[in-house]
């Protein structure tokens, strides 16, 4: 059980880390419906969501191969060149292309907005430099945390947040109320008040203070290309870079549509709703990181061990138990998050709380896809990577098809829905195609136990009882220690072992 409380410290440290730098990132989402019409917030949301898919891409499954070549392979540092050159030669071929179609990309980003066309190039050209950065970052991170060394990983990330959050201030509040108080006004010319593009300008100066930090890891770098070890690191990781796209694809794609389908300010509109709305999962997805941060290294260093089985097994049981608990105590206090996306004024708190009927919805997909997160482990240990691409193939197309069919009709209340099945299915899949190739012992009956009774929670909860606060908590309070009271003794255990 040692292995277990090494990798509950990495997690927990990766996981603290995190919480930190998300809670300061999502400090301004609130910042950001007040600042801006729910239309304007359309944007941000539209263009993070391609930024999202476009990620994965450069990155070209690289991070995955990483962690396992360097567990395969005899030379390190090849493992290292080969990785980091292949996404900086991508990373690059991608900002060439970007700017050579820059115009007909702008025309077709605009579609009708009321925003000046001319400001889609400006924001284009910040994303590909973004994109770039953070491309060229992923190995380098892969690294860091493959040396085992998730203090030195959490510190970057949290200055990642933390410049880009003392910009965007900077930007919003700070240069505006200088400009106010005439406080040397020719310095401040060029300022074009409440600019949209100010929240990517803060993001780009981020990502470039955090490749400067990344400058040990990269003076580590010689370029010793091996086409060999490449083509097979090509075969391992063309099916994983399909499987995060489509992953993506599954994530954000319905964003995307919803602008496209509904049109015009309607469009921006109901995409600026649900984007917001969505931010709510954000205490979910931040375990959900923290696990994966902490899992992959851990799962591919362990993959030799005689239990390794139990061991991912046991892992799974906490992180469902973990997840479910979350789950609950977000919808017990939805009616304190909703001011995390309080438009300002009665009309704009209006339409984004109008939101608030997908979030259970949302937030339950996110455990369906936490859950597929840890099993997705048994393809990437079994170097069939193939089957990452068709359980996310599946997830993909049962989202855009359906997104397509039903978002005309049903806005983003169908995409909510579609979010669920979509990852509810790849969850399946990976499961029983898992035990077939790769059989890991999972408490199936238990993980099952755990997560129904507490949809039964929050169906009490946001449904029965309209969201109750005291109530809602009570729930709360009642299902968490009912899970401590059924596994006190497994717990014991684990933290008595040395």
Known sequence: MSTLKKFAGQTAIYGLSTIVARLLNYLLTPIYTRVYPVQVFGILTTMYAWVSILNPILAFGMETTFFRYLN??????????????????IALFFLIVILAFIDPLAAWLHGGSKIDPENYKAFIKMFAAILVLDAIAVVPFAK?????????????KFTNILIAVAFNLIFLFVIPWLI????????????????VGYVFLSNLIASFVTLLMLLPELLKLKFRYDFALLREMLVYSFPVLIANL?????????????????GGDFGEQEVGIYGAVAKLAIFLSIFIQAFRLGAEPFFFSHAKEKNSGATYAVIMDYFVIALSIIFVALVANVEILKYFVDGGTPEQRGLFWSGLKVVPIL????????????LSVWYKLSDQT???????????LITVVLNIIFIPKYSYYASAWITLL???CMMVLSYLWGQKRYPIPYNIKKNLAYLLTAIGFVFLSFVVFDRNLIIGNLLLLFFAAGSFYFERKNLKS???SK
């Open 246 to 262: 489509s992953f993506i694809i599954n994530e954000t794609s319905d964003k995307i549509f919803i602008r496209k389908l509904l």
């Open 494 to 496: 684990i933290l008595s």
């Open 363 to 374: 937030l339950f997909a996110y455990v369906s896809l936490g859950i597929y997160m840890n």
């Open 72 to 89: 395969k392979h005899d030379d390190k540092q090849k493992v290292y060149s080969n990785t980091f050159f292949t996404t900086l030669f």
């Open 144 to 156: 860091v945390r493959a040396d085992g060394r998730p203090g030195r990983y959490s510190v970057i």
């Open 422 to 424: 979509a990852y509810t």
């Open 386 to 396: 193939r089957f990452g691409l068709y359980i996310s193939g599946v997830g993909a």
């Open 180 to 195: 106010r108080q005439q406080v040397a006004p020719e310095l401040f010319s060029w300022f074009k008040g409440r600019w």
